[in-house]
């Protein structure tokens, strides 16, 4: 059985500080995909990155990275320079065929605080 | 801009009662998913159809909710009969092969 571990519930920082969120994931797949979702207070998925699992590159979208590394089972998420915009929860999920063909297994979310 | 439309957007209701919610997947996407919310168990998948045709319902409690596809633009999902315990927000998301999955806007079900 698949399984996604966000062990941060809460997390507050002032803006501009840079923040990571942490996301280990467990699968017996030898390829899955990897997500994560933003869910602002307004109450929808935002999707902002997918990854394979056979690319373990990491990945930099203007103040937003993502670290994946296999050897440890994480996909970590960095905002960079936070903003008051960044609060929300964030979800980190897996599948096992890119979630379009199969279901997605969701991390139980980091709320983020970002206080001006 | 193609989207997935779910109706209603928020539903009370009282215990009993039947509900009814609708997803109008994207054109084209062969497969819809079913999740729902909640703060206990934050996101769950409930069921997910394949060209209409149900492919897992595991995780959706069989004694009260179905879904169904009556036809390739309508996707519904119903409670009957609804219990406090369903307040929930369901997301309908659809998707195709290798693709990622495309999520609603979610419908806000209260059960008083």
């Known amino acids: 059985a698949q399984k996604v571990t966000q062990a941060q519930t809460e997390i507050s920082v002032v803006e501009k500080e840079d923040v990571t969120l942490d996301c280990v994931y467990e699968t017996r797949d030898t390829t899955y995909y990897l997500f994560w979702y933003k869910q602002p207070p307004s109450g929808e998925l935002v999707f902002l990155i997918r990854r394979n699992s056979f690319d373990e590159q990491n990945e930099i979208s203007g103040r937003y990275s993502w670290n994946f590394q296999k050897s440890t089972s994480s996909f970590n998420f960095t905002i960079t320079a936070s903003q008051v915009v960044d609060s929300a929860v964030y979800f980190c999920a897996l599948s096992s065929y890119g979630g379009g063909a199969d279901g997605l297994t969701f991390g139980k979310g980091t709320h983020l605080i970002i206080q001006p | 801009d193609a989207r997935v439309t779910q109706t209603p957007r928020h539903k009370v209701t009282e215990m009993g009662q039947e509900v009814t919610m609708r997803c109008q997947p994207i054109l084209g996407h062969n497969t819809v998913f079913w999740y729902r919310q909640t703060m206990m168990q934050g996101l769950e998948l409930l069921a997910y159809?394949?060209?209409?045709?149900?492919?897992?319902d595991s995780g959706m409690p069989k004694d009260r909710f179905s879904a169904e596809m009556p036809d390739a633009t309508l996707a519904t999902l119903k409670i009957q009969p609804s219990e406090p315990r369903d307040s929930a927000v369901y997301f309908c998301?659809?998707?195709?092969?290798?693709?990622?999955?495309?999520f609603g806007q979610g419908t806000r079900l209260t059960v008083v």
């Open positions: 998301a659809s998707g195709l092969s290798e693709d990622r999955a495309f």
């Open positions: 159809f394949r060209n209409r045709a149900p492919l897992d």
